[in-house]
């Protein structure tokens, strides 16, 4: 079965770098495109980033766009998310999402999710 | 980019009560939304998609309509599992995609 499984997340202060990671297994990590997606404490749920299948195009929220960076290690089945320059509104719940893809491109698979806590 | 409106915010309903929520776009997304549940402390799961499509495994009380801007999510007879918080999700837009801000079903 599909299971996504992020790690990484915690304490950072203000201005810091958090590297975020996401293992996959389940399925043929190196056929799909990959998403990360986060929830503010009491918050809806907000897209992130996305990179295609073969990392070949990356997409980022306006929010977040030149402070993080999506990768990805097919060899590994490992998703990865760059996160600098933090500020306080990043504080939130980072999930992992597979891309349904073939035409439709929703989050068919979610990660536990991991909490990313930015404060001094 | 496409904003994606929910309502209501809240919904108070009993057990056995047929249930609808309205995601409206602000332009046309043809048929590219998605309906997600989400419970407590949970990820999402994905319910619906192309407006209409039941994601394997849904319960068949589920049911997405809707095309252009005006989209409904229904569950048709309202079980103790589904009180949860119900996204839409537009992905029209490749490389752009909104999510709705939630309607939280409670029990009345």
């Known amino acids: 079965q599909v299971q996504l499984v992020e790690s990484g997340g915690g304490v950072v202060q203000p201005g810091g770098s958090l590297r975020l990671s996401c293992a996959a297994s389940?399925?043929?990590?190196?056929?799909?495109?990959m998403h990360w997606v986060r929830q503010a404490p009491g918050k809806g749920l907000e897209w992130v980033a996305f990179?295609?299948?073969?990392?070949?195009?990356?997409y980022y929220a306006d929010s977040v766009k030149g402070r993080f960076t999506i990768s990805r290690d097919n060899s590994k089945n490992t998703l990865y998310l760059q996160m600098n320059s933090l500020r306080a509104e990043d504080t939130a719940v980072y999930y992992c999402?597979?891309?349904?893809?073939?035409?439709?491109?929703?989050?068919?698979?979610w990660g536990q999710g991991t909490l990313v806590t930015v404060s001094s | 980019d496409i904003q994606m409106t929910q309502s209501p915010s809240t919904l108070s309903a009993s057990v056995g009560d047929r249930v609808t929520i309205t995601c409206r776009a602000s332009?046309?997304?043809?048929?590219?939304l998605a309906w997600y549940q989400q419970k407590p402390g949970k990820a999402p799961k994905l319910l619906i998609y192309?407006?209409?499509s039941l994601e394997s495994g849904v319960p068949s009380r589920f049911s997405g309509s809707g095309s252009g801007t005006e989209f409904t999510l229904t569950i048709s007879s309202l079980q103790p599992d589904d009180f949860a918080t119900y996204y839409c999700?537009?992905?029209?837009?490749?490389?752009?995609?909104?999510f709705g801000q939630g309607t939280k079903v409670e029990i009345k």
């Open positions: 999402a597979k891309d349904m893809d073939y035409g439709d491109s929703v989050f068919d698979y």
């Open positions: 990179i295609r299948y073969d990392g070949s195009n990356k």
């Open positions: 192309k407006a209409s």
């Open positions: 999700q537009q992905y029209n837009s490749y490389g752009r995609w909104t």
């Open positions: 389940g399925f043929t990590f190196s056929s799909y495109g």
């Open positions: 332009q046309s997304i043809s048929s590219w």
